[in-house]
Structures are given as structure tokens and as C-alpha cells.
């Protein structure tokens, strides 16, 4: 019973883990149909300027949950305005700059703080259940992706650019119609999605610890959570993550992480097969 | 000849989601014929066309060319039981000159030397000899609409589909066209999807009208003219 | 035909290859002959992608993993055989075959563009895995264990058919990278001329038009895509050859990235500008690892960036354009301008 309840609590995380990683990317794939290759290096930002502020004697709840989006929102904002928007429209050209991007950012990390892993010890203590101990943390981690959809859900539902969003989502020139600069809705989506793997990668960071190389175990897990969920942000990367989460942790326990990783990677591949516009291309297409 | 149908669709019906764009058409098109299919914007001509080209699979029915049915075909499969098909959008390969445009069409299930040579006579037919070495991105709408034509034309179809093929031509480049296509029509059979009605009356014998995914009438040209029924769904807007 | 322009490059191809196969070991010290060799390999690597994306229009992000699995199947066979002629030929088969098995994958389901990229990229990122894992004494094909992350160390290397004592040198092993890239360099002109050559441009020019002539579009890239896949299968076993040493960075994401940007400075829709695109960004990578002054990793991507936004048809074809400029001339036919364009119009 323990066993059931331990394993489960750990799909919910590997679940939960993988909705927090993608949001980011979901809502800059989902919304400018810009496939962003240095999303990884976005994430291992977030990293470094959380355990740059907590080092700095900031306090490790603000540097994570304040500071790090802050800095990476900056930080898109400006590969927006350099970079990006000279792209739209260009798909294949996007993925290619973007990678190169990622190239870059990794070797600046490298060159400015070293290629070694730096770490925080993981805020909040264990608990026990029955002979097994999880991290509470963990358990942090799923509250505050929980918060972060129903936050996501209720900026789609209810504000202003949440309506814009849906009307980009079904219509690309919806934006313009409505007589708002989609420079602007472009430049503010990147800066939230930005801001998003920022905080992604600054809650991660306690429990992987933080190399400059670090986006690269992210990526392919949040590409294809984004890809195979489909145009819904929220319905696809939910459905999306819930699926690859399940096969990734009941591998894991079944044989080894990396076997886990290698299923769900599979399963993807498979996915992508089978649904070629992703889960929400499929099933629940009226949402969002 | 026989009079024995070549094209035939039994019921045949693509839904989009809730839009029924094709409804339950039973169509057949006789050997030599030149059929041209009319119909106001979103009558379903361009996806009934679809529908035989294989570009798009029918939710519904059959189509048969000859003994095969090629319900749900795809394109190349149906393009090598000798039929040649001018989509709306042209395709052609706008990287490539004119000559290797045609003769990619000519060197399918020929020799090199029996390519060159039908090249040759396709470009000179076309009147397109003084551009053959030209990118074809790089020529006029009519002319690449004619390199287009040569495309079909070099594979030596039997059955031909084109859908608009005088878009966007001059008055001149409409007449030559419309010329070529009755030339064409003496070995081959033809159907041909156009909105022009003064091109329609330069080349047409038997008219199919579609209307809200259905035919409406199918009679000869002149028939067609006067049906008023045809008048109110279409005409009445365009023949002023 | 008319491709006297044609016939002069191959000429100038060939001729020039051979010039360097034996006037080079004369000239240079041995040392500079090994560096030059790696070179080589990765100008053959260069010139499986320049094939793949270039002419086939076929976005790959994944051809690191025919280059692993070359250097893998080659290096696993060669322990497990003994004798070098038939791990040659595996380390070609190999990915090959995988490549086909992907390709149908990929083609047969009509995965568009951009999914093509991202599943090519996630099958990099398997095998990266996988291999990294692998290094307990339980993962062994035969003789061979597949050490992980530690790597295979001490990989014999390539020797004469048939006699196993008989081993090349590192100078000869030169002549067989250079004798490689000039055959592959040759034949890939060759292929790209003949009718199925001709026919794959055709399909990278516009997809629906091939397959209304009747050209079989999915059978067409499957065939292109297993040829790059053996060509960058060789490359691997001959890297593996050079450094006697393989481990799974060769299916890293860093050496997918290369990859791309080789062809990208050198120039898509070329065969010449990949080769020079590699060879020249080696030579840079190998510079900045001696003198210590930047990142490879951040000069390379910066080098991609300012590629895409500012020179975006690369080195080679640039190059033709102005000299056309300077001179007024016409164009030359064996370039087609834009194949990054053509591949973005199959976008959804």
C-alpha cells in the first residue's frame, strides 16, 4: 500500500515535472508557432540566476520564484528583439538560429561560470510513509505546476491577451485585426514563455543540480511533450505530459531512468506516428 | 469507341467536419469527351476534382477509371494509369528551366534519347522553345501555366484533368489555350474545371453545373446558357 | 545533354581531388597529414547531410546518429571479426538500413518538415542515452563491450583485405579518406544528374507535382535519406579509424549541430560548400581549442546566428552570386538558388 502510494506520488511528479518544463515552450510554440531550440538554455538560466541569488543571500523562495522568471523574461524580451523577430514566418530558419543560440548560451555560461555542477540543497525536508521517504519538495513542485496551469487557464479565460492568444492560436492574423500590434503580443508572449522555463528551471535546479550543458537533458522531453500535445497550450501539454510522465516513471521503477527516458522518447516517436498533429489534433480540439 | 464511361463516380461525398462539400455525386465522363465541370465559388468542383486526383480521399463512394477503382489512390498511383492532372495552384518545379520541368515528365518510363526528343516537340507545341533554358520561377504567369500544360502533356496522357488552367491569362494566352485544348481533346479525353465562362464557351460541348456540392444540371453548352435555374445559382452574377 | 558547365566542374573535381590525394603527403609533416585527415572525414559527413537537406529537402537534425552508428557497428565488428573488410561494409549497411527503417517511418506517415526535425532530433537524443548507459559488463554485443560514457578504447584499426597482420599506417589511412571523399564528392555529382537524381530536386521543388508526373515521393526521400545515411555511416567508421577511440558524443547533440552548420556556412543546395564549410569550421574549432580565446561552443553558435540572419545561402553560393554580379554573366544551372525557401513552402 506504501509502495502504491509512494509510486504514485512519483508519476504525479514525473508528470508534473514535465508540464513544468513545457509550459514555457507550449506557450511560444502554441501561440507564434516558433520552434525554440534554446529553450533548454532558457531553463539553465533560470538555474544559474536562482543559485546566483540565493549564493548572493537573497532568499532561496524569491530567488526561485521571483528573481529567476524576472531575468529570463529579460533575457527573451531581448532575443526577441534581436533575433526572433526577424524570423517569423520562417519556421525552419527559427529552429536553426534558435540552435544556435543554445550553442552560444551554453558556451557563455561555460566560459563565465566553469563546466562544473553547481548546486542548492533542496529547500523543505522528507517525509516518511510507511518504510519508504519522499522529498517534500517534490511535493512543492506538483502544487506549484498546479497553480502555474490554473494560472495559464485563467490568463487564456480572462484577460485581454488570454482572448488574443485563443484568437491567435485558431488565426494568425487575428491579432491585427483586432487592432493590436502583434509586435507586441509577439514580444510579450515571448518574454511569459521566456519567464516561464526560467521558473521551470530555477524550481528543478535544488533537486538536479545546474551544469551549462543541463538544457540538453530538458529539451527533447519538453519538444516532444509540446509536439505531441498538439495546438491546445493547456489541454495538450496536460494530456501530453500525463501520458509520457506515466510510461517515463512506470518504466523507471520497472528497470532504470534510462530506460524510462528511452520509453517515453519512444512512445513519442510512436505518438507522432500515429497522431501526427499531436494528441489535441486528435481528441479534445476544442480546447485550448 | 464505346460508349461505355471511362470516369465514373458512384456516390460519391467528402465531408470536412460538419461542411458537406461534395454530396453523393454520381458523375461519368465517355470516352473523347471534353467535359467541362462550372459552379459558383464553393460549389465543390475544386473537391470533387480533389477527389480524383487523389489529393484528397473521399469520406464517401467510388470512383472508377476504366476496371480500377482508385477510391482513395494516391496521386502517383493514379497519374501512372496514364492520367495527366493540371492542379488550381500551378505546380510546377519553379527552380528548374522549362526544358527539365518537361522533360521530368518525359523521362518517366521513357529512355533518355525518347525523352529528349518528345522534350523537344512538347517545348516547341507550346511554343516555349525560346525560354527552355529559362528558371521557370522566373516567367510569366501564362507562360508558366504553359509549362505547366507541357508538364501533363509530355507524360502522354489519355485522360487529362485540369482545373483552371486559363487563370490569370490574357486574352490572348486565354484564345491560344483554349486552342490547344480542343487539339489536345483530338487523343485525349478532357475534363477541365473553369470559372471563365467566355473560355468555357470557346471550348465547351457538355457542361456539368455543380451547386452546394451536388449537380445541378449537366446538358450541352448552349442548353446550359439559357437554363434559368443556371442563371440564378450562377450566372446571374457573372454574364452581365 | 547540355552540361558542359557540369562536365568542366567534374573535371576540375576530379583532378583537383587527386591532386590533393598525392601531392599533399609530400608536402605536409605527418602531423598536419592527421589533422588534415579528420578533416576529410568530416567533409564526407558534411556532404551526407549537404545530400539529405540540400537536394532532398529533407530536414534532418538527426544525422549524427548514421555517423555514431557507423563508428559503433564498425568498432563492434572489428573486435567481434578480427579482420577490418566486412566491419567496413557493416559500418555502412547499418545505417543505412537504420536509416530506411526511419525514413519509412517518417516518409510513409507524411510527417511534415518541422516534425521530420524534432523526431530526427529525438532519435539523436535516444541513442545519446542509451549509449551513455551502457557501461556495465552486461551490454556487450560478442567480444565487444559498449562501454558507455567511458567510450571503446584501442580500436584496430582498418587493415589490407583479407590479411589481418597487415594494417594501414596513418598516411595511408589519408589515401583512403581522400580517395573517399574525392569517389563520394564524384558520385554524388554523378547521381545528382541522372534521372534519379534528377527526380529528387524535383521532389525538393515541389512535392506534388513528382508525385502527379507519378514518381513515388515517399519511395524517392526513403532512397535519398539511406544513401546519406551510409555515406555519414562510413564517415563514422572512418573517424573511429582516425581516433581509435569511439564514444557516444559521436551521437551528441553537439555533433548533430556541426553537422548542420558546416552545411549551412558552406552552403545548402551545394556539394562543394558543405565539404569547404567543414573543413573550415574543423580548422577553426581545432584553432580555438589551442589558443583558448573563446567557447567552441559560443563561437560556433554564434557563427550559425549571424549565418541564418545575415548570409542565410551560405559561403559558396554568395560567392557565385557576386562573381555573376562582377561579371554579368548568366547563372549557372547546376545551382538552384533557394532550397531553404522550397523546403518551407511544405509548411502547414
Known amino acids: 500500500m506504501d509502495l502504491v502510494a509512494v509510486l504514485a506520488l512519483e508519476v504525479l511528479f514525473a508528470i508534473a515535472s514535465l508540464a513544468l518544463i513545457s509550459a514555457g515552450l507550449a506557450v511560444i510554440f502554441g501561440m507564434m508557432r516558433v520552434v525554440n531550440l534554446a529553450h533548454g538554455e532558457f531553463l539553465m538560466l533560470g538555474g544559474y540566476a536562482a543559485i546566483i541569488a540565493t549564493n548572493s543571500g537573497i532568499n532561496i523562495w524569491i530567488s526561485m520564484l521571483i528573481v529567476a522568471p524576472l531575468v529570463v523574461a529579460a533575457i527573451g524580451v531581448i532575443v526577441e528583439r534581436l533575433l526572433i523577430r526577424f524570423l517569423y514566418g520562417r519556421m525552419v530558419d527559427t529552429m536553426l538560429a534558435t540552435w544556435g543560440l543554445s550553442l552560444f548560451f551554453i558556451g557563455l555560461v561555460t566560459t563565465i561560470f566553469g563546466n562544473t555542477t553547481r548546486g542548492i540543497s533542496s529547500p523543505l525536508g522528507g517525509a516518511t510513509v510507511g518504510d519508504y521517504k519522499i522529498g517534500l519538495y517534490k511535493l512543492f513542485i506538483i502544487g506549484v505546476t498546479v497553480v502555474l496551469l490554473a494560472a495559464v487557464y485563467l490568463v487564456l479565460r480572462r484577460t485581454k491577451l488570454g482572448l488574443i492568444a485563443r484568437g491567435t492560436m485558431q488565426n494568425a492574423n487575428m491579432a491585427s485585426a483586432l487592432g493590436i500590434s502583434p509586435d507586441k503580443v509577439y514580444a510579450i508572449t515571448f518574454a511569459i514563455g521566456a519567464g516561464l522555463s526560467g521558473l521551470a528551471g530555477a524550481l528543478l535546479a535544488p533537486l538536479t543540480g545546474i551544469v551549462p550543458t543541463i538544457g540538453i537533458a530538458y529539451i527533447a522531453k519538453s519538444f516532444i511533450t509540446v509536439i505531441g500535445g498538439g495546438a491546445a497550450i493547456l489541454t495538450g501539454t496536460i494530456s501530453a505530459s500525463t501520458l509520457f510522465g506515466t510510461i517515463n516513471q512506470l518504466v523507471t521503477f520497472q528497470s532504470s531512468p534510462v530506460f524510462g527516458e528511452v520509453a517515453l522518447l519512444v512512445a513519442a516517436v510512436i505518438l507522432l506516428r500515429l497522431l501526427p498533429q499531436g494528441i489535441t489534433g486528435r481528441f479534445f480540439r476544442r480546447s485550448m | 469507341m464505346t460508349d461505355a464511361p471511362v470516369l465514373q463516380t458512384y456516390d460519391l461525398t467528402m465531408r470536412f467536419g460538419g461542411v458537406v462539400a461534395v454530396d453523393h455525386v454520381d458523375f461519368a465522363l465517355k470516352e473523347g469527351e471534353l467535359r467541362c465541370l462550372i459552379g459558383p465559388n464553393g460549389a465543390g468542383k475544386s473537391t470533387f476534382f480533389k477527389c480524383l486526383t487523389g489529393q484528397l480521399r473521399p469520406t464517401e463512394g467510388r470512383i472508377t477509371v476504366r476496371d480500377h477503382d482508385i477510391t482513395g489512390a494516391q496521386s502517383h498511383e493514379i497519374a501512372r494509369l496514364g492520367i495527366g492532372i493540371k492542379t488550381q495552384v500551378p505546380n510546377v518545379f519553379d527552380g528548374l528551366t522549362a526544358r527539365e520541368n518537361i522533360w521530368l515528365a518525359a523521362r518517366r518510363g521513357r529512355s533518355a534519347r525518347a525523352a529528349d526528343a518528345l522534350t523537344d516537340e512538347t517545348l516547341e507545341r507550346l511554343l516555349l522553345t525560346s525560354v527552355a533554358a529559362t528558371p521557370v520561377g522566373q516567367l510569366a504567369h501564362g507562360q508558366r501555366q504553359w509549362v505547366e500544360l507541357g508538364v501533363v502533356l509530355a507524360r502522354e496522357p489519355w485522360l487529362i484533368l485540369l482545373d483552371e488552367p486559363a487563370a490569370g491569362m490574357t486574352h490572348e494566352e486565354v484564345e491560344r489555350t483554349a486552342a490547344l485544348i480542343k487539339e489536345i481533346n483530338r487523343t485525349a479525353t478532357l475534363i477541365v474545371v473553369e470559372h471563365d465562362m467566355q473560355f468555357i464557351k470557346m471550348i465547351a460541348d457538355v457542361v456539368t453545373v455543380f451547386h452546394q456540392g451536388a449537380i445541378l444540371v449537366e446538358d450541352n453548352v448552349a442548353n446550359v446558357m439559357r437554363n434559368p435555374k443556371v442563371r440564378d445559382v450562377y450566372l446571374g452574377k457573372q454574364a452581365a | ?348
Open chain 3, 1 to 348: 545533354m547540355r552540361l558542359d558547365a557540369d562536365n568542366i566542374g567534374l573535371i576540375v573535381a576530379a583532378v583537383g581531388g587527386l591532386a590533393l590525394l598525392f601531392g599533399l603527403p609530400l608536402v605536409v609533416e605527418l602531423f598536419t597529414l592527421l589533422q588534415f585527415t579528420v578533416y576529410i572525414v568530416m567533409a564526407i559527413l558534411a556532404l551526407s547531410l549537404a545530400l539529405i537537406w540540400g537536394f532532398g529537402g529533407i530536414l534532418c537534425f538527426g544525422q549524427a546518429v548514421f555517423f555514431g552508428l557507423g563508428a559503433y557497428a564498425y568498432t563492434i565488428a572489428v573486435f567481434n571479426i578480427g579482420e577490418s573488410t566486412v566491419p567496413v561494409l557493416l559500418s555502412i549497411v547499418v545505417p543505412a538500413a537504420f536509416a530506411a527503417a526511419l525514413g519509412y517511418f517518417m516518409f510513409y506517415g507524411r510527417l511534415s518538415d518541422v516534425y521530420m526535425g524534432v523526431v530526427t532530433l529525438v532519435v539523436t537524443l535516444i541513442f545519446f542515452s542509451f549509449m551513455n548507459h551502457t557501461a556495465g559488463e552486461e551490454y556487450r554485443i560478442g567480444a565487444s563491450r559498449l562501454g558507455g560514457f567511458n567510450g571503446i578504447p584501442a580500436i584496430p584499426p582498418i587493415n589490407m583485405p583479407g590479411d589481418p597482420g597487415r594494417v594501414l599506417w596513418p598516411e595511408e589511412m589519408y589515401y583512403v579518406a581522400m580517395g573517399s571523399l574525392t569517389a563520394i564528392y564524384i558520385g554524388l555529382r554523378l547521381l545528382l544528374r541522372s534521372h534519379f537524381g534528377r527526380v529528387i530536386v524535383a521532389i525538393r521543388e515541389n512535392e506534388t507535382r513528382a508525385e502527379l508526373l507519378g514518381y513515388d515521393v515517399r519511395l524517392h526521400k526513403l532512397l535519398i535519406f539511406s544513401i546519406g545515411g551510409a555515406i555519414a555511416g562510413l564517415a563514422g567508421c572512418l573517424f573511429a579509424n582516425w581516433n581509435a577511440f569511439v564514444d557516444p558524443t559521436v551521437f551528441g547533440l553537439g555533433q548533430t549541430a556541426q553537422i548542420i552548420i558546416w552545411v549551412i556556412v558552406g552552403g545548402l543546395g551545394t556539394l562543394i560548400g558543405p565539404v569547404i564549410g567543414a573543413m573550415l569550421l574543423q580548422y577553426i574549432t581545432t584553432w580555438l581549442g589551442t589558443v583558448e580565446v573563446a567557447n567552441s561552443s559560443l563561437v560556433m553558435g554564434a557563427i550559425l546566428v549571424v549565418f541564418v540572419l545575415l548570409v542565410p545561402r551560405g559561403l559558396v553560393p554568395t560567392l557565385q552570386l557576386l562573381w555573376q554580379k562582377l561579371r554579368g554573366g548568366r547563372s549557372d544551372p547546376g545551382i538552384v538558388a533557394t532550397p531553404r525557401e522550397a523546403v518551407e513552402s511544405g509548411d502547414d
